[in-house]
């Protein structure tokens, strides 16, 4: 197989990302967005000289370029694909660069010669175009409008709060409450996930009657009796899946809600997985108040995990073995 047939294979990866941030490629489009092999104007092509980007992208109704991506093969160096198509960019006044082999990407801004950053993370991948306007005058971008837990210790804090409130509900084992507070967890890390949805004009596929924002602001029996037979079995029931969630074994009202407290000013989606790992260890660590023992869980650092799931490209419906008995982290 020719160089060039590998080299297609990434570009089909391409071509199936930049179709799902909602990319337009189609030729007889008026808001085509997406130009392959190719410029959008005489112009840009006479400045190119003969050269052509891989993929030339341009905000919808705009004869000015975006970004190029630069596409190598499966294992090329990502470095010398991003000083080509650097070139590309600067000749055509491109702001973004993007390099990649459809599995791994690097990005650099041609104005600051840096990386694009997004909440202080270096993108890794492709971006939809309404992110990638929000580069245009600046390497970093932060959407994040709520406080975010930037530390372990900030969050093990919150988190300890939260488990002094469940043993007074008599959960004693560290699994169990846990179990509990997880399923509180979930809902405002879900909620949160189809804000963003929205914020992004896509559809969301969460019922509201089951989100954070209908019942963060209720209180005693009515907050508890919404939270446990609305929210958590109406889950269950809608989704025809009763594992979803265990019962809430909560039964003060009070306590529900200062556990919500706790939670609501925060973003969550926004933490570090690790730290998660680190939340779930420290209620687990002392699986029963008689028995105390520290069962030793150690969680996958994120880039590890990230670089794994680039790696295997797991797909909806595939199992997932873990011969080290993890949580799934990775």
């Known amino acids: 197989m020719s160089i060039k047939n590998i080299e297609r294979d990434s570009e089909t990866i391409i071509d199936y990302k930049l179709k799902n941030l909602a990319w337009n490629d189609h030729p007889s489009d008026n808001n085509r967005t997406v130009w392959k092999q190719g410029v959008k104007t005489s112009e840009q092509k006479k400045k190119l000289e003969g050269t052509r980007p891989d993929y030339t992208l341009y905000p919808r109704g705009s004869n000015d370029p975006i970004a190029v991506i630069e596409v190598k093969k ?22 973004i660069v993007f390099a990649t082999d459809g599995v791994f990407t690097k990005t650099l801004h041609i104005k600051y010669n840096k990386p694009l950053l997004l909440n202080d993370e270096e993108i890794d991948d492709l971006i939809k175009e309404s992110l990638a306007l929000r580069f245009l005058e600046n390497n970093e971008v932060s959407t994040l409008d709520k406080r975010v837990i930037k530390s372990r210790g900030e969050l093990i804090s919150i988190f300890s709060g939260v488990n002094d409130l469940l043993r007074e509900e008599g959960l004693q084992k560290g699994i169990e409450r846990f179990s509990e507070f997880a399923n509180i967890l979930f809902l405002k890390v879900l ?25 963060r602001e209720m209180k005693g029996d009515m907050l ?44 969550l989606s926004d933490t570090h997985a690790d730290i ?33 799931v680039k790696l295997l490209n797991p797909k909806i419906g595939e199992k997932v073995y873990d011969p080290f008995c993890g949580t799934g982290g990775c």
Not at 199 to 211: C, F, I, Q, S, T
């Open 74 to 95: 499966r294992g090329a160096n990502i470095h010398d694909a991003l000083v080509q198509g650097e070139g590309y960019a600067r000749k055509i006044q491109a702001p």
């Open 191 to 215: 909620s949160e996930l189809e804000a963003i949805k929205e914020e992004n004009g896509e559809p969301a596929l969460v019922n509201k009657a089951y989100r954070w924002e209908t019942f």
């Open 224 to 267: 508890l009796k919404y939270v446990s037979d609305t929210v958590i079995k109406g889950f269950s029931k809608e989704y025809d899946d009763s594992s979803i969630f265990q019962p809430l074994q909560i039964k003060h009202p009070d306590n529900l809600k200062a556990i919500i407290k706790s939670l609501d000013h925060l973003q």
């Open 276 to 308: 998660k790992g680190d939340a779930f260890e420290y209620f687990i660590r002392s699986y029963s108040a008689s028995n105390p023992s520290d069962l030793g869980e150690i969680f996958t650092p994120r880039h590890v995990v990230k670089t794994m």
